[in-house]
């Protein structure tokens, strides 16, 4: 019995048909506008299923990456606002247990950057992922390259007289995949 070219072309265009219908929802996930802060909000309620005390929220962006990274915070009740999540390229992650540096340094290119280029990405993710809701006047990053692939960015902050009297500078050590190694509490 031979095959017809009938059922072939049937069988192509349903496979065609497959592969489109999974391409397009791909696409359409990928084309989600997150540019305000509301729409981050709004995607989160939907997606986390949890409402939000919009005025407890802070949400940070880092610069040229707007919509792969964003990190998001709780005010506490010393109304300082501190990390807590990010969206990363739309998927949600929480601290603990996500490690967002890594998660968020691979997505703006960490693991196919050299070290000049991994010390820029550490510096960004440092001054607006991780420390970008603490208040500061002055600040100054360092970048400098581990013996064993990493980056160990060095951050100098004065904060703002009455805040807080810790001007020493801080380091995070980030390993080769982009892990934050230390410190554990920023």
Not at 9 to 36: D, E, M, P, R
Not at 52 to 62: A, V
Request: net charge positive.
């Amino acid at each position: 019995m031979k095959p017809s070219i009938n059922n072939f072309v049937k069988f192509t265009l349903a496979f065609v048909f497959l592969q489109c219908s999974v391409a397009g929802c791909t696409q359409a996930q990928q084309t989600i506008n997150l540019s305000t802060d509301n729409a981050v909000l709004d995607y989160l309620e939907i997606k986390i299923k949890q409402k939000f005390s919009r005025d407890k929220i802070c949400i940070g962006r880092l610069d040229g990456w707007e919509e792969t990274v964003i990190v998001i915070g709780h005010l506490g009740s010393d109304d300082a606002c501190r990390i807590e999540s990010a969206l990363i390229n739309n998927s949600y992650y929480e601290l603990p247990g996500a490690n967002l540096s890594k998660i968020a340094l691979g997505a703006i290119g960490w693991e196919k950057a050299n070290k000049n280029t991994r010390g820029e990405l550490a510096k960004l993710w440092v001054k607006r992922g991780l420390l970008g809701f603490s208040p500061r006047n002055n600040q100054t990053f360092a970048a400098v390259s581990t013996s064993d692939g990493g980056i160990k960015v060095v951050v100098s902050l004065q904060y703002p007289p009455g805040i807080t009297s810790r001007n020493a500078p801080k380091t995070f050590l980030f390993d080769k995949d982009g892990g934050l190694v230390s410190p554990n509490n920023f």
